[in-house]
T-cell receptor, first 114, second 117 residues
Framework: AQSVAQPEDQVNVAEGNPLTVKCTYS??????LFWYVQYPNRGLQFLLK??????LVKGSYGFEAEFNKSQTSFHLKKPSALVSDSALYFC????????????FGQGTRLTINP | DGGITQSPKYLFRKEGQNVTLSCEQN?????MYWYRQDPGQGLRLIYY???????QKGDIAEGYSVSREKKESFPLTVTSAQKNPTAFYLC????????????????FGEGSRLTVL
């Protein structure tokens, strides 16, 4: 079965510094990987996805993610953090069996300190 | 604007009562999903439906029921059999099929927060 792991429950970064939110995956075959962001009491918003092609994927709000097949990772990055980036971030992998549903990680709470 | 509408946003229920959460989409998506979110546990799949009049259990279906009579609608009923129903419930939809347009991306509603008193 497909799965993703987000090893950090919480990440704290100073405003203006680069940020990284980690994600590792386990799939059989080629992975379809996603990042979503959630603000308090809101639904999830899509940030970016990796399907195929370049290992560096660019997404919304200046975020990018690097797909690394040898390390089975898909870390989310941003060169310069904003206080407004503070939110809950979810990594997800598409289950290629049956209904092709998404399997989500536990989430990482990102806090950007002014 | 196209999107997914969940209602109500907040709901309070007494123990022993059934409640139904509404989910409507106008994205013309075939597939719809219900997830439950609890603090520190991420999202867990309750039920999903790939097509009208068909649905399957997810990982935590016990105590829940759904119907899919229309393409646009996928209501979730939280029954009295659900032991810990207090949670944030998220509805989502996606394109179905194996074509290149289907990359599995889900579109989410704004969620419904259920509290059992």
């Amino acid at each position: 079965a497909q799965s993703v792991a987000q090893p950090e429950d919480q990440v704290n970064v100073a405003e203006g510094n680069p940020l990284t939110v980690k994600c590792t995956y386990s799939v059989s075959g080629n992975p379809y990987l996603f990042w979503y962001v959630q603000y308090p009491n809101r639904g999830l918003q899509f940030l970016l996805k990796y399907i195929t092609g370049d290992n560096l994927v660019k997404g919304s709000y200046g975020f990018e993610a690097e797909f690394n097949k040898s390390q089975t990772s898909f870390h989310l990055k941003k060169p310069s953090a904003l206080v407004s980036d503070s939110a809950l971030y979810f990594c997800a992998v598409r289950d290629l069996q049956g209904a092709q549903k998404l399997v989500f990680g536990q989430g990482t709470r990102l806090t950007i300190n002014p | 604007d196209g999107g997914i509408t969940q209602s109500p946003k907040y709901l309070f229920r007494k123990e022993g009562q059934n409640v139904t959460l509404s989910c409507e989409q106008n994205l013309n998506h075939d597939a719809m999903y219900w997830y439950r979110q609890d603090p520190g546990q991420g999202l867990r799949l309750i039920y999903y439906s790939q097509i009208v009049n068909d649905f399957q259990k997810g990982d935590i279906a016990e105590g829940y029921s759904v119907s899919r009579e229309k393409k646009e609608s996928f209501p979730l009923t939280v029954t009295s059999a659900q032991k810990n129903p207090t949670a944030f419930y998220l509805c989502a939809s996606s394109i179905r099929g194996t074509g290149s347009a289907n990359t599995g991306e889900l579109f989410f509603g704004e969620g419904s927060r259920l509290t059992v008193l």
